[in-house]
């Protein structure tokens, strides 16, 4: 009997949050499930790992029963390494992390845990997919993101993924039946303007919270921006190799030694 596909489940909203626990009941209708999550939130870690101090694991009681699951006092990119190496008795087939509260499209995807455990995987060489609902609020409803997200993870699984490729998936806010469907997009340009909220303790003494707005630079119809903007799911593949190949060409007529 073919045994069914492990799916290693995690995010960066922490063990407890309702996207994860959302993706943990689509992927037990596809394989077989294991959660390793962070303990806390974790949100905006990017691929941090912890080198300073010591990890804990500890398995945690989940209402849904047929899977466990693990929480982590790590980052996400954490979670992935020490369930490939301490948890899991065979390889994954597939790692999925998420349905993180808020959007990961464009620049955002540097900055983001939910897709920095994603990438963690795709760089052990394991098919790796990070989901996002573009609502931030812990009581969002993912419930319309369920088929999609089945069928993105399904063809992850049957069709495999090219080496050094993970999958970006933003999911608009919208009722199912005003979804359009799944474009393949890129990564917007866009970027944030940071601004700081700078205050005073009782004690006189100054801090400040991070702002900022949201920039969109990219007029272009391809992108991940537009597709959810305009209703559609965003799927863009991501690659963890930053060389700039387009550039190398160029920097080797350079004289570095004159």
């Avoid at 077989?32 to 080198?51: K, N």
Wanted: charged share 20%; glycine share 8%; with cysteine.
């Amino acid at each position: 009997m073919k045994k069914k596909p492990l799916i290693l489940v995690t995010n960066d909203d922490g063990v407890t949050a309702p996207g994860i626990r959302t993706l943990v009941s689509v992927m037990k209708t596809i394989g077989d499930v294991v959660v390793v999550a962070p303990d806390s939130p974790q949100s905006g870690m990017g691929h941090a790992i912890t080198l300073d101090s010591t990890l804990h694991i500890e398995k945690i009681y989940v209402e849904t029963n047929g899977y466990d699951a693990y929480s982590c006092s790590g980052t996400p990119a954490d979670c992935v390494k020490i369930a490939l190496n301490e948890i899991l008795d065979r390889r994954p087939d597939l790692v999925v992390s998420g349905i993180n509260h808020g959007s990961n499209s464009s620049i955002n995807v540097i900055y983001s845990g939910t897709m920095s455990a994603a990438i963690e995987a795709g760089i052990e060489g394991i098919p790796a997919i990070g989901f996002s609902l573009l609502d931030y609020s812990w009581n969002a409803n993912f419930e319309h993101s369920k088929s999609y997200i089945k069928s993105i993870a399904e063809n992850v699984l049957n069709e495999g993924l090219t080496e050094g490729i993970v999958l970006n998936v933003n999911i608009p806010n919208l009722e199912q039946n005003k979804i359009k469907g799944i474009k393949i997009c890129r990564q917007a340009k866009a970027n944030w303007k940071e601004e700081f909220d700078k205050r005073k303790t009782p004690q006189g003494k100054d801090y400040y919270w991070l702002t900022g707005t949201f920039v969109n630079y990219d007029k272009g119809e391809d992108t991940d921006e537009w597709a959810l903007e305009h209703g559609y799911i965003s799927v863009v593949p991501v690659q963890f190799d930053l060389t700039a190949h387009h550039v190398i060409q160029k920097l080797n007529t350079w004289s570095f030694n004159e």
